[in-house]
């Protein structure tokens, strides 16, 4: 069992840049790859970005590819995403997630989200 949550949430103006972060709490936390999704409003949750849990493997998303970084430090137990170039549509609600198998296709793992609103 893995406990996750969000942090670093806030507003920030387009062409901006912010920091989120995901703190997991339980046993294990190198053994799970790590996920960023996004909620919009009046939208279905989307994947933004994940880890692998041995760092080997990263996946992004087509609309955040080379603005949004993901990355973990398994010492803190903690993840991140550094956002960079933000634009008004990645206005959202921005949860964590993980997962025991390496690339998942769900994910067993939830935080609570943490909003994000890009002022343009």
């Known amino acids: 069992q893995v406990q996750l949550e969000e942090s670093g949430g806030g507003v920030v103006q387009a062409g901006g840049s912010l920091r989120i972060s995901c703190a997991a709490s339980g046993r294990s936390f190198r053994s799970y790859t790590m996920g960023w999704f996004r909620q919009a409003p009046g939208k279905e949750r989307e994947f933004v970005a994940c880890i692998s849990w041995n760092y080997d493997k990263t996946t992004y998303a087509d609309a955040v590819k080379g603005r949004f970084t993901i990355s973990r430090d398994n010492a803190k137990n903690t993840v991140y995403l550094q956002m960079n170039s933000l634009k008004a549509e990645d206005t959202a609600v921005y949860y964590c997630?993980?997962?025991?198998?390496?690339?998942?296709?769900?994910?067993?793992?939830w935080g609570q989200g943490t909003q994000v609103t890009v002022s343009s």
């Open positions: 997630a993980a997962d025991l198998q390496l690339l998942p296709t769900t994910y067993q793992y």
